[in-house]
């Protein structure tokens, strides 16, 4: 047995696309960006999408949307990856660590509130394994501060909260199509909005500062165009080399397609999990997993004496994981060491177990069975 703990599910529909892509040789930032921004806008049900190569540089491009001033504060959860508190410290702003939930481990929000203060300019809640942050309630204390929302849905595919699609409830959304997440595209993300205002910047922003369509420009010079203009493009604002290409694109617009049936069988392998563990009272769930209701990119357990089951399952051919330890305990953020007391403790206790679109119930029986015979 040899079970990964991720998997990229890909096949022919997305070498058919990138095939495509080869023919019209334009494999660039060019019309299969567009097309996958629009369909992405679509289901998600945002009025924009704009197509990056990372949710690292969507997180990035989101915070620098609002041109705060250098040195204000951002909040956001200790228990996430570093891109979104790395974010925060490529615009210049100072980040405030938030502890987790006990049971969601999503952000507490009385440690939110507590937290708070005049300098604080935003807040970057994270779906954390796909469990939605409850935003309703979130929104309605950060509009009353006045803060920007920036959803980091790496974890999740626009699964519905309250009849709202996450990432559609703050400000700005930022996916992500790394291997290991929901659906990929290789590498990628995307940035949405429903209020567009906010995001005029950011085209130009993901391609050096030149908000232009260049495959548009191709377009029309080739088609006789005689406009002398053609070749002519302004710079004004700071750009990064951030833009989506097409072949990505291609892996994006076959994966979208297969998203609903991979999500589907992803809940199906937590709900089997779950019904797994059941009997076994050394182990609990990570948090209150709704498998039938939301879109989960991870699962995991709690337990105690964490390392020795690890090393147990590895010696069965069981890949496992932690996500994460918190930021606040990474040497990069040590001066804010202490900050989030329960998660610093807790996540010691946290493992990570498979969860892909191709993981059979057979392999899930099996994983089962070996943490059962671990405590027996
Ligand atoms: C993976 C991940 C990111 C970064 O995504 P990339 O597309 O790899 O840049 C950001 N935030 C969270 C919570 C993630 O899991």
Request: glycine share 6%; hydrophobic share 40%.
């Given at each position: 047995?040899?079970?990964?703990?991720?998997?990229p599910?890909?096949?022919?529909?997305?070498?058919?696309?990138?095939?495509?892509?080869?023919?019209?040789?334009?494999?660039?930032?060019?019309?299969?960006?567009?097309?996958?921004?629009?369909?992405?806008a679509?289901?998600?049900?945002?009025?924009?999408?704009?197509?990056?190569?990372?949710?690292?540089?969507?997180?990035?491009?989101?915070?620098?949307?609002?041109?705060?001033?250098?040195?204000?504060?951002?909040?956001?959860?200790?228990?996430?990856?570093?891109?979104?508190?790395?974010?925060?410290?490529?615009?210049?702003?100072?980040?405030?660590?938030?502890?987790?939930?006990?049971?969601?481990?999503?952000?507490?929000?009385?440690?939110?509130?507590?937290?708070?203060?005049e300098?604080?300019?935003?807040?970057?809640?994270?779906?954390?394994?796909?469990?939605?942050?409850?935003?309703?309630?979130?929104?309605?204390?950060?509009?009353?501060?006045?803060?920007?929302?920036i959803?980091?849905?790496?974890?999740?595919?626009?699964?519905?909260?309250?009849?709202?699609?996450?990432?559609?409830?703050?400000?700005?959304?930022?996916?992500?199509?790394?291997?290991k997440?929901?659906?990929?595209?290789?590498?990628?993300?995307?940035?949405?909005?429903?209020?567009?205002?906010?995001?005029?910047?950011?085209?130009a922003?993901?391609?050096?500062?030149?908000?232009?369509?260049n495959?548009k420009?191709?377009?029309?010079?080739?088609?006789?165009?005689?406009?002398?203009?053609?070749?002519?493009?302004?710079?004004?604002?700071?750009?990064?080399?951030?833009?989506m290409?097409d072949?990505?694109?291609?892996?994006?617009?076959?994966q979208?397609?297969?998203?609903?049936?991979?999500?589907?069988?992803?809940?199906?392998?937590?709900?089997?999990?779950?019904?797994?563990?059941?009997?076994?009272?050394?182990?609990?769930?990570?948090?209150?997993?709704?498998?039938?209701?939301?879109?989960?990119?991870?699962?995991?357990?709690?337990?105690?004496?964490?390392?020795?089951?690890?090393?147990?399952?590895?010696?069965?051919?069981?890949?496992?994981?932690?996500?994460?330890?918190?930021?606040?305990?990474?040497?990069?953020?040590?001066?804010?060491?202490?900050?989030?007391?329960?998660?610093?403790?807790?996540?010691?206790?946290?493992?990570?177990?498979?969860?892909?679109?191709e993981?059979?119930?057979?392999?899930?029986?099996?994983?089962?069975?070996?943490?059962?015979?671990?405590?027996?």
């Amino acid at each position: 047995m040899n079970i990964r703990l991720f998997r990229p599910s890909v096949g022919k529909e997305e070498l058919e696309n990138i095939q495509d892509s080869f023919e019209r040789s334009w494999i660039g930032l060019g019309p299969k960006v567009n097309q996958f921004e629009k369909e992405w806008a679509d289901f998600v049900g945002a009025e924009l999408a704009i197509g990056l190569n990372s949710a690292t540089a969507a997180l990035h491009l989101a915070v620098s949307a609002f041109a705060f001033p250098e040195g204000k504060k951002v909040l956001l959860p200790s228990l996430t990856f570093a891109a979104t508190a790395t974010a925060v410290l490529y615009n210049r702003l100072i980040p405030v660590f938030v502890d987790s939930d006990p049971l969601t481990l999503g952000m507490d929000m009385n440690d939110l509130r507590a937290k708070y203060d005049e300098d604080c300019v935003a807040v970057m809640p994270v779906h954390y394994t796909g469990h939605p942050v409850p935003m309703d309630e979130l929104m309605e204390w950060a509009n009353e501060k006045n803060l920007k929302v920036i959803e980091d849905c790496a974890h999740t595919t626009g699964a519905d909260y309250k009849g709202k699609s996450l990432g559609t409830w703050g400000h700005i959304g930022c996916y992500s199509f790394e291997e290991k997440k929901l659906m990929t595209t290789g590498d990628g993300g995307m940035i949405v909005t429903n209020e567009p205002e906010i995001l005029k910047n950011t085209k130009a922003q993901r391609w050096v500062g030149i908000d232009k369509d260049n495959w548009k420009t191709a377009q029309s010079y080739v088609s006789a165009n005689k406009d002398a203009m053609h070749w002519f493009y302004e710079i004004n604002v700071l750009g990064y080399k951030y833009n989506m290409n097409d072949l990505a694109a291609s892996i994006g617009l076959a994966q979208l397609k297969k998203l609903p049936a991979m999500n589907a069988h992803r809940s199906a392998i937590i709900r089997h999990y779950m019904d797994g563990i059941a009997d076994i009272p050394q182990i609990e769930p990570l948090l209150p997993f709704e498998p039938e209701q939301y879109v989960y990119q991870m699962f995991g357990i709690r337990v105690d004496a964490r390392d020795d089951l690890m090393i147990h399952l590895k010696s069965k051919g069981i890949a496992t994981g932690c996500h994460y330890t918190p930021m606040t305990c990474q040497p990069l953020f040590s001066e804010w060491a202490g900050s989030c007391a329960y998660i610093e403790e807790e996540y010691n206790r946290f493992i990570t177990l498979p969860l892909h679109a191709e993981l059979t119930f057979d392999e899930v029986d099996y994983i089962i069975e070996h943490l059962r015979l671990f405590y027996s």
